[in-house]
C-alpha cells in the first residue's frame, strides 16, 4: 500500500504514453487500450476503500518524498475522509465516459483518448495532494486537456465556451497562487528551517490575526467559487456544459466542479479558521441566492442540455451551504452530495447524449411520448430524475435532508428559504421527463428510435446501483467521511471565540460583548 495513491494517480498517465505510440487508424484498439487503463484504476482505488482506517482524522496512504528541497516543495500524497470518495468518483466516472464515447467520438479518436485520460491525472492529482505547490500543479494541469476537450470535439460555440473557461479558472487560479506565495514565505518547517509549501506542516503552523485571514480566504476562496460556480461567478458554466461533449460534460459535472467545494472544505476552512467564521453570512447568501436563481433560470429552458447545465448552479449551492453550516450535519450532507451530484447529474447528462446521438437535437419540443418507444431508457430516466429531485431511499434524498438539517441548526431562516430550492428542483426535473416521456409521438423520427444498447446499460447499471445504496445504506459512506468533517469543524469552532478580535479603547464605559453588557478594566484588550 505504500504507493498505492501514486499508482492511482498516474496509472492513466501510463495509458496516455501508450496511446500515444498506437497508430490512429487503430481507433478499437485506442479505445480497448483507454477503456482497460481506466477501469483497472477504478479497480486499484477500490483498495483506497477497503483498506482505510475506521474512525481516525490522520492522513493514510501517506507518500512523502523530497521534490526541490531547495525550495521546500515535496511531492507528498495522502487521503483522508474527505477525500476518499471524491478520488472513488473520479475513478468511477472516467471509464463510464469512454465507454460513453465509444460511438460519439469518431474524429481524433486518439487525441481524445489521450485528453481523457491525462484529465484523470490532474483530477485525482487534485484530491490527493498534501503539498500546495503540488496541489497547483495538479490544479492547472487539469485545465489543458479540459480546453481541448471542450474546443475540439465541442458544439458550434466550443471556441468561445473552451476560452471562456480557461480564462475564468486561470484568474481565480492566479490570486491562489499569490495566496500561496504569502503562506510560503511566511511558514518555516520547524524540522529543516526552511520555507515549505507542506500543507501539514503549514496547518500546525499557521496562526495569522483575522485581517490577514480575510485576505488569504479572499484569494483562495475567489479560486474555488469560480470553479463550483458560485453566483455570480457561474456565467461559464452553461456554455461550457452545452458545448462540450457528453463525457466532458460528465466529467466536467461529475468532478471538475467538486474541485472547489473541495478546496473550501480542505483549504479555506482549516487554513483561515477565523476568517472562515467571518465569511458565514457572505457565502450562505450566494449559495441561498445560486439554489434560487439555478433552478428558476431551469425551469425556463427548452434545451435538456442546459436545463441539467444550471441544475448543478442550485445543486453546488445546496453544497456550499452545508460546508458553511460548519456543523457535522451540514458538512457532512455537503461531502455526500457532491458524490450524489456527480452520480445523478453525470448520469443525466448521459440521458441527454443517449438521445441526442440518435436525433441530434437536444430541444425539449423535440420529443414526447418516448416512453412507449424505448422503455428501458424510460426506467433509467425516471430513476435518475427522482435522484436529483431528492426522493427518499434514492442518494439525493440523503445530502439534501442533511444539509437542511445542518443549516437548520445553524440558521433557521436560511434552511426555510434554501428549501424551496427542493420544491423548484421538483417543478423543472419532472416539467422535463413529463414533457420527453409522456403524451403522443408528434415527432415521426421519434416512432422507431432504438431503446438502449448493451453499451449503455453497462454505463447507467454502476450509476443506478451506487444512487441506491447512497440512498439505501448511506452509513457506508458516512462513517468514513464524518471523523476528518469532525476535525475541520473542530479547528472552526476553536477559533470562534476569537474571531471577533478587535482592541478595544482604555475605557470603563460598559461595552456590549457575548450577549451583555460588561465594564473592562482600562488595561484589557479584545
Given at each position: 500500500?505504500?504507493?498505492?495513491?501514486?499508482?492511482?494517480?498516474?496509472?492513466p498517465?501510463?495509458g496516455?504514453?501508450?496511446?500515444?505510440?498506437?497508430?490512429?487508424?487503430?481507433?478499437?484498439?485506442?479505445?480497448?487500450?483507454?477503456?482497460?487503463?481506466?477501469?483497472?484504476?477504478?479497480?486499484?482505488?477500490?483498495?483506497?476503500?477497503?483498506?482505510?482506517?475506521?474512525?481516525?482524522?490522520?492522513?493514510?496512504?501517506?507518500?512523502?518524498?523530497?521534490?526541490?528541497?531547495?525550495?521546500?516543495?515535496?511531492?507528498?500524497?495522502?487521503?483522508?475522509?474527505?477525500?476518499?470518495?471524491?478520488?472513488?468518483?473520479?475513478?468511477?466516472?472516467?471509464?463510464?465516459?469512454?465507454?460513453?464515447?465509444?460511438?460519439?467520438?469518431?474524429?481524433?479518436?486518439?487525441?481524445?483518448?489521450?485528453?481523457?485520460?491525462?484529465?484523470?491525472?490532474?483530477?485525482?492529482?487534485?484530491?490527493?495532494?498534501?503539498?500546495?505547490?503540488?496541489?497547483?500543479?495538479?490544479?492547472?494541469?487539469?485545465?489543458?486537456?479540459?480546453?481541448?476537450?471542450?474546443?475540439?470535439?465541442?458544439?458550434?460555440?466550443?471556441?468561445?465556451?473552451?476560452?471562456?473557461?480557461?480564462?475564468?479558472?486561470?484568474?481565480?487560479?492566479?490570486?491562489?497562487?499569490?495566496?500561496?506565495?504569502?503562506l510560503?514565505?511566511?511558514?518555516?518547517?520547524?524540522?529543516?528551517?526552511?520555507h515549505?509549501?507542506?500543507?501539514?506542516?503549514?496547518?500546525?503552523?499557521?496562526?495569522?490575526?483575522?485581517?490577514?485571514?480575510?485576505?488569504?480566504?479572499?484569494?483562495?476562496?475567489?479560486?474555488?467559487?469560480?470553479?463550483?460556480?458560485?453566483?455570480?461567478?457561474?456565467?461559464?458554466?452553461?456554455?461550457?456544459?452545452?458545448?462540450?461533449?457528453?463525457?466532458?460534460?460528465?466529467?466536467?459535472?461529475?468532478v471538475?466542479?467538486?474541485?472547489?467545494?473541495?478546496?473550501?472544505?480542505?483549504?479555506?476552512?482549516?487554513?483561515?479558521?477565523?476568517?472562515?467564521?467571518?465569511?458565514?453570512?457572505?457565502?450562505?447568501?450566494?449559495?441561498?441566492?445560486?439554489?434560487?436563481?439555478?433552478?428558476?433560470?431551469?425551469?425556463?429552458?427548452?434545451?435538456?442540455?442546459?436545463?441539467?447545465?444550471?441544475?448543478?448552479?442550485?445543486?453546488?449551492?445546496f453544497?456550499?451551504?452545508?460546508?458553511?453550516?460548519?456543523?457535522?450535519?451540514?458538512?457532512?450532507?455537503?461531502?455526500?452530495?457532491?458524490?450524489?451530484?456527480?452520480?445523478?447529474?453525470g448520469?443525466?447528462?448521459?440521458?441527454?447524449?443517449?438521445?441526442?446521438?440518435?436525433?441530434?437535437t437536444?430541444?425539449?419540443?423535440?420529443?414526447g411520448?418516448?416512453?412507449?418507444?424505448?422503455?428501458?431508457?424510460?426506467?433509467?430516466?425516471?430513476?435518475?430524475?427522482?435522484?436529483?429531485?431528492?426522493?427518499?431511499?434514492?442518494?439525493?434524498?440523503?445530502?439534501?435532508?442533511?444539509?437542511?438539517?445542518?443549516?437548520?441548526?445553524?440558521?433557521?431562516a436560511?434552511?426555510?428559504?434554501?428549501a424551496?430550492?427542493?420544491?423548484?428542483?421538483?417543478?423543472?426535473?419532472?416539467?422535463?421527463?413529463?414533457?420527453?416521456?409522456?403524451?403522443?409521438?408528434?415527432?415521426?423520427?421519434?416512432?422507431?428510435?432504438?431503446?438502449?444498447?448493451?453499451?449503455?446499460?453497462?454505463?447507467?447499471?454502476?450509476?443506478?446501483?451506487?444512487?441506491?445504496?447512497?440512498?439505501?445504506?448511506?452509513?457506508?459512506?458516512?462513517?468514513?467521511?464524518?471523523?476528518?468533517?469532525?476535525?475541520?469543524?473542530?479547528?472552526?469552532?476553536?477559533?470562534?471565540?476569537?474571531?471577533?478580535?478587535?482592541?478595544?479603547?482604555?475605557?470603563?464605559?460598559?461595552?456590549?460583548?457575548?450577549?451583555?453588557?460588561?465594564?473592562?478594566?482600562e488595561?484589557?484588550?479584545w
Amino acid at each position: 500500500m505504500s504507493n498505492l495513491l501514486s499508482i492511482v494517480t498516474l496509472l492513466p498517465l501510463l495509458g496516455a504514453i501508450i496511446i500515444m505510440f498506437l497508430p490512429k487508424e487503430g481507433k478499437n484498439a485506442i479505445r480497448s487500450v483507454a477503456f482497460t487503463v481506466t477501469v483497472l484504476d477504478f479497480l486499484i482505488s477500490l483498495a483506497l476503500f477497503f483498506n482505510f482506517e475506521i474512525p481516525t482524522t490522520a492522513m493514510q496512504f501517506v507518500e512523502c518524498y523530497d521534490w526541490i528541497p531547495s525550495l521546500g516543495i515535496s511531492y507528498h500524497l495522502g487521503i483522508d475522509g474527505i477525500s476518499l470518495f471524491l478520488v472513488l468518483l473520479t475513478t468511477f466516472l472516467t471509464p463510464l465516459c469512454v465507454l460513453g464515447s465509444w460511438k460519439s467520438i469518431q474524429e481524433r479518436v486518439k487525441e481524445f483518448m489521450f485528453f481523457m485520460l491525462f484529465l484523470e491525472v490532474g483530477m485525482v492529482g487534485v484530491f490527493v495532494s498534501l503539498d500546495l505547490f503540488l496541489f497547483y500543479v495538479f490544479w492547472e494541469v487539469m485545465l489543458v486537456p479540459m480546453y481541448f476537450l471542450i474546443g475540439i470535439w465541442g458544439g458550434p460555440r466550443r471556441i468561445y465556451a473552451a476560452v471562456k473557461f480557461f480564462l475564468f479558472t486561470m484568474f481565480g487560479s492566479v490570486l491562489m497562487l499569490v495566496a500561496i506565495l504569502f503562506l510560503y514565505f511566511n511558514i518555516t518547517d520547524p524540522a529543516t528551517g526552511r520555507h515549505t509549501f507542506d500543507l501539514m506542516v503549514v496547518m500546525s503552523q499557521i496562526n495569522f490575526p483575522l485581517n490577514v485571514q480575510m485576505w488569504l480566504f479572499g484569494a483562495f476562496a475567489l479560486a474555488f467559487a469560480i470553479k463550483v460556480p458560485m453566483f455570480p461567478f457561474h456565467t461559464w458554466l452553461p456554455d461550457a456544459h452545452v458545448e462540450a461533449p457528453t463525457a466532458g460534460s460528465v466529467i466536467l459535472a461529475g468532478v471538475l466542479l467538486k474541485m472547489g467545494t473541495y478546496g473550501f472544505l480542505r483549504f479555506c476552512l482549516p487554513l483561515f479558521p477565523k476568517a472562515a467564521v467571518e465569511y458565514v453570512p457572505l457565502i450562505s447568501v450566494l449559495a441561498i441566492i445560486g439554489i434560487i436563481y439555478g433552478a428558476l433560470v431551469s425551469l425556463v429552458q427548452k434545451d435538456m442540455k442546459k436545463l441539467v447545465a444550471f441544475s448543478s448552479v442550485s445543486h453546488l449551492g445546496f453544497v456550499m451551504l452545508g460546508l458553511f453550516a460548519l456543523n457535522i450535519n451540514g458538512v457532512s450532507g455537503g461531502l455526500i452530495q457532491m458524490i450524489n451530484h456527480g452520480l445523478s447529474t453525470g448520469a443525466l447528462f448521459f440521458i441527454v447524449g443517449v438521445v441526442y446521438d440518435r436525433r441530434h437535437t437536444r430541444m425539449i419540443a423535440d420529443y414526447g411520448g418516448l416512453a412507449k418507444v424505448m422503455p428501458v431508457y424510460f426506467t433509467v430516466f425516471m430513476i435518475v430524475t427522482l435522484s436529483s429531485i431528492g426522493l427518499p431511499g434514492l442518494n439525493g434524498f440523503v445530502g439534501e435532508f442533511l444539509i437542511l438539517v445542518g443549516t437548520f441548526q445553524a440558521n433557521i431562516a436560511y434552511a426555510v428559504v434554501a428549501a424551496t430550492g427542493v420544491i423548484l428542483a421538483a417543478c423543472y426535473m419532472l416539467w422535463m421527463f413529463q414533457r420527453v416521456m409522456f403524451g403522443k409521438v408528434t415527432h415521426a423520427e421519434n416512432e422507431k428510435l432504438p431503446d438502449l444498447s448493451l453499451r449503455e446499460k453497462m454505463i447507467f447499471l454502476p450509476i443506478l446501483v451506487m444512487i441506491i445504496w447512497i440512498g439505501v445504506y448511506p452509513a457506508t459512506f458516512l462513517k468514513r467521511m464524518e471523523p476528518s468533517v469532525a476535525h475541520v469543524i473542530e479547528i472552526v469552532k476553536s477559533s470562534e471565540t476569537t474571531a471577533h478580535e478587535t482592541l478595544m479603547p482604555s475605557t470603563k464605559l460598559p461595552v456590549w460583548a457575548d450577549g451583555c453588557w460588561i465594564i473592562a478594566p482600562e488595561d484589557r484588550t479584545w
